[in-house]
T-cell receptor, first 114, second 113 residues
Framework: DSGVTQTPKHLITATGQRVTLRCSPR?????VYWYQQSLDQGLQFLIQ???????AKGNILERFSAQQFPDLHSELNLSSLELGDSALYFC?????????????FGPGTRLLVL | TQLLEQSPQFLSIQEGENLTVYCNSS?????LQWYRQEPGEGPVLLVT?????EVKKLKRLTFQFGDARKDSSLHITAAQPGDTGLYLC?????????????FGQGTILTVHP
């Protein structure tokens, strides 16, 4: 158990819909990262938040957005869903500060868009 | 965009055999990390190498970072069924991009008893 929790574990929805994935980081961690894992693209970095502010952006679509709240939990919002958005979505967290920090991954949310 | 080529994609071996997984890039990384992921779970960090030429050992696993910090390898000695899983390498560019990990496509290892 990494200490990172993600809900829901599974999500089935239809194209065009909007969903919200939730992540609670390890106690004391200020950084939260979101990743997407699919069979064709592998594991890809989407976005990072640090203490409520966006820190780094990766291959995140404009239909996707995220935020980190004052209690440090984070949400990833996926809208206008397409079949190709079906994937595993992972959240990871790390301790505060700059430089190399170990990321601890949650168990993921499996999204299926029908 | 920094890319990491990981090979082989699939590896099916018998218990007791040795194996090596490779991770190559044309880009320089400030560090290279190896993860293991099991079905239904998130990746778990095995090791981080940060210095060119660095070699780290974790029981039967040996990790090496290339001198130029563009490539890495994972060698497993006397593989066991418990080693079965998805192995991922990930590079961190460093500088202002700490945390933006670039992952290889992964190697699915199956060790048969």
């Amino acid at each position: 158990d990494s200490g990172v929790t993600q809900t829901p574990k599974h999500l089935i929805t239809a194209t065009g819909q909007r969903v919200t994935l939730r992540c609670s980081p390890r106690s004391g961690d200020l950084s939260v990262y979101w990743y997407q894992q699919s069979l064709d693209q592998g594991l890809q970095f989407l976005i990072q938040y640090y203490n409520g502010e966006e820190r780094a952006k990766g291959n995140i679509l404009e239909r996707f957005s995220a935020q980190q709240f004052p209690d440090l939990h984070s949400e990833l919002n996926l809208s206008s869903l397409e079949l190709g958005d079906s994937a595993l979505y992972f959240c990871a967290s790390s301790v505060a500060g700059t430089g190399l920090k170990t990321q601890y991954f949650g168990p993921g949310t499996r999204l299926l868009v029908l | 965009t920094q890319l990491l080529e990981q090979s082989p994609q699939f590896l099916s071996i018998q218990e007791g055999e040795n194996l090596t997984v490779y991770c190559n890039s044309s880009s320089v990384f400030s560090s290279l990390q190896w993860y293991r992921q099991e079905p239904g779970e998130g990746p778990v960090l095995l090791v981080t190498v940060v210095t060119g030429g660095e070699v780290k050992k974790l029981k039967r696993l040996t990790f090496q970072f290339g001198d130029a910090r563009k490539d890495s390898s994972l060698h497993i000695t006397a593989a066991q069924p418990g080693d079965t899983g998805l192995y991922l390498c990930a590079g961190e560019p460093g500088g202002t991009s700490y945390g933006k990990l670039t992952f290889g496509q992964g190697t699915i290892l199956t060790v048969h008893p």
